[in-house]
């Protein structure tokens, strides 16, 4: 690949995996199953090991998760919550060993077994032997406060057991729902005549994250604790698995599964024990966790971005099953990118019930050979939504015709084209088009775009469908009485929603850029072309030349955001959405906006003052490039709390290090100028 080729599929990469990332952790709503999910992450490690400036502060390989939801309080973790590398074959847990014991100088290094729960990850705050807190994981740094939901778990110890607890003390779990209380629940949903949940890991994320935690008391809850993460007024031991004895004794429940194993081998028998015993447990997991039992020599090993180097998830292979093509649909998406879905016979996998698939696109189909009435191989790992792995070709009813895309559009009939060089064909109707209005207007209403709560994609289609919008500027036309009248509404629902709306209209530049749903813009992308230009006409205005200018934005998305501009369509729906919002007055750009031009900085550790997200607008503002990693082209490495170890890195490179009121002092001399 080309180097502008590898910068877009980077930046595309880190959009899906941001997407994905917000879907499962805070919407608790995944489209892909873990597989794609792996497979798009690995892609882009790979992507930005071999091309190390490519990699980006915001890129998901230098955090670990997505950020809280709005709905509850933010509370900051006392230690970060780190995710952990996965390995998917021996040969990878086999890699992982070798690393660790060469980094620790040993031949054989002793390992704490665990079994990895398919739950949420949750934090718990005990002062003087007392529950003060509990928070979901967030983005290891930041999570919710659910204290209250958790509260009504009975497996969670109100006050810890023993004459002497910690007087402070942080421990990490996996909340989760054993399989024979989530068959109870949805049968309970069944008799109600209420929707089913589609597996135990969903349900226990839906019942923690509920805003009455009645709702979460009637759910059948549990924990088990995997590490204790801090502890103040007690000495603890060296070892991991005595300190889940601790635990244990404290009070908590720990998984009665937990082994020690001297060496590698010893960890792959652990790892084969458990597969043959899997169907057995009493709830869902999803592979196996190796630890290095020793603490002293966690903290020699130390991490890198997102995960320790001391631990491992060895998954399970995804779950496959058999099933039947009975039809290829193809629905269409908000940027009229039209997707072919296999519709399949139903099949239980991995304890699911399987009706669908998606095929991708044309060349994914033809590279298959997937067609009506095909015998196929579906994979489902971790997740409601499979994919076809292959197709069982011998077993093809005869003269079944190969499957083509249809050249007009399934929902409006307007004319499909596919770029030169693009695997995705699109429907050239735009925002004419009913899909595509639809996603586009339930985008816009998004959390990361206007963030107008209540507005999803079922009542988008419900008020377009009553004649009430037709575009996103309408939205700020709606009154509460007539929304009232819509089916399932009412006049707490529909006041709720004006208000939402409301409160929309005092938004930011970069939120209206991502809202608007230009395509390959998204968040990273907005917030740049918003530090660029200042302004919204300023962008508008702008050339392809101008529009290159900006970081991280080549010739394929200036391209896009050129035409979204120049549609007449889009220019109408703008105006008038522009009319009813509240944009903030911004300076014209000057000069002063590039002072930080052509230097290059690393964050490490944690900011105290300003938000990660904050500091890369800032120092993007100022003309500055931000990389992941440290380099010979480094010049600044600022350093915070905790800090990796980028900061000795540096150090050997005789980079010049800022701490963060000099780093502060550096950026508020920039602005100035």
């Not at 077994?113 to 529950?131: N, P, Q, V």
């Not at 997740?383 to 077993?395: A, F, H, K, S």
């Not at 109408?572 to 290059?600: C, F, M, N, Y």
Request: net charge neutral.
């Amino acid at each position: 690949m080309t180097e502008s080729a590898d910068r877009a599929r980077a930046r595309q990469l880190r959009e899906q995996i941001a997407d994905h990332n917000y879907r499962y952790y805070v919407l608790d709503d995944p489209r892909v199953p873990d597989a794609e999910y792996d497979r798009l992450l690995r892609e882009l490690e790979a992507l930005e090991s071999r091309c190390p400036e490519l990699i980006s502060p915001d890129s998901p390989t230098q955090r670990v998760g997505a950020v809280p939801a709005a709905e509850f309080a933010e509370v900051r973790h006392a230690t970060p919550m780190l995710s952990l590398a996965n390995a998917f074959d021996e040969s990878e847990v086999l890699d992982f060993d070798r690393r660790v014991r060469t980094r620790l100088g040993v031949e054989t290094v002793a390992y704490a077994c665990e079994t990895k729960l398919d739950g949420l990850a949750i934090s718990l705050r005990y002062e003087a032997g007392l529950l003060v807190r509990a928070a979901t994981r967030g983005d290891g740094v930041r999570g919710e406060d659910v204290t209250l939901n958790v509260r009504t778990i009975r497996a969670v110890p109100l006050s810890l057991m023993g004459s002497a607890p910690p007087r402070i003390v942080e421990v990490r779990g996996e909340v989760f729902m054993p399989r024979a209380g989530f068959e109870r629940l949805n049968a309970a949903q069944r008799r109600r005549g209420e929707r089913e949940f589609a597996n135990p890991r969903n349900a226990a994320a839906g019942s923690l994250r509920q805003l009455d935690p009645k709702i979460t008391a009637a759910r059948p809850l549990t924990l088990y604790l995997y590490e204790l993460g801090f502890c103040e007024g007690t000495a603890l031991p060296d070892s991991h698995l005595e300190r889940l004895d601790l635990l244990a004794d404290w009070g908590f429940p720990v998984s009665p599964e937990r082994a020690a194993a001297s060496g590698v081998e010893a960890c792959l028998e652990y790892f084969h024990a458990i597969a043959a015993r899997r169907v057995s447990l009493a709830y869902d997991i999803d592979g196996v966790v190796y630890k290095v039992d020793s603490i002293a020599a966690r903290e020699s090993l130390g991490a890198v971005a997102r995960a320790p180097r001391w631990a491992v998830a060895h998954k399970f292979p995804a779950e496959e099953e058999l099933s039947r093509v009975l039809g290829i649909d193809v629905q269409v998406g908000r940027t009229g990118a039209l997707t072919p879905v296999a519709r399949l016979e139903p099949v239980r996998v991995g304890g699911v019930t399987v009706t669908n698939a998606t095929l991708h696109n044309q060349d994914e189909i033809e590279r298959k050979d997937v067609r009506v009435g095909d015998t196929v191989v579906v994979r489902r790992a971790g997740d409601v939504i499979p994919e076809v792995v292959r197709v069982l070709v011998e077993r093809r009813p005869p003269a079944a015709p190969p499957f083509r895309m249809p050249n007009r559009c399934p929902v409006c009939g307007a004319a499909v084209s596919r770029a030169e060089g693009e695997s995705v064909a699109r429907c050239e109707a735009g925002l004419s088009c009913p899909a595509q209005r639809r996603q586009a207007i339930a985008h816009f209403a998004s959390r990361a775009a206007m963030d107008i709560e209540g507005l999803g994609g079922k009542r988008v289609a419900q008020l377009i469908d009553a004649g009430l919008i037709s575009n996103v500027a309408d939205l700020y036309t709606l009154e509460a009485a007539p929304l009232a009248a819509l089916d399932g509404m009412g006049e707490r629902s529909a006041g709720k929603l004006v208000a939402a709306i409301e409160r929309s209209r005092d938004t930011s530049l970069a939120r209206l850029l991502y809202a608007l749903g230009i395509r390959e813009v998204g968040v990273a992308t907005a917030t740049a072309l918003a530090a660029h230009f200042g302004s919204f006409e300023a962008l508008r205005n702008a050339d392809q030349a101008a529009l290159e200018q900006v970081p991280d934005v080549g010739p394929i998305v200036a391209r896009h955001i050129r035409a979204f501009f120049a549609d007449p369509g889009n220019g109408a729906v703008i105006d008038s959405l522009l009319d009813r919002l509240k944009l903030p007055a911004t300076p014209t750009v000057v000069e002063s906006r590039q002072a930080l031009a052509g230097r290059s900085f690393v964050l490490t550790g944690t900011l105290t003052g300003m938000s990660r997200d904050e500091a890369r607008i800032r120092l993007t503002a100022l003309g500055a490039r931000l990389s992941g990693s440290v380099s010979k082209r480094t010049d600044y490495v600022v350093v915070g709390e905790r800090p990796g170890s980028k900061r000795e890195k540096a150090l050997a490179l005789g980079i010049e290090l800022l701490d963060e009121a000099r780093f502060v002092a550096l950026i508020e001399a920039a602005e100035a100028q």
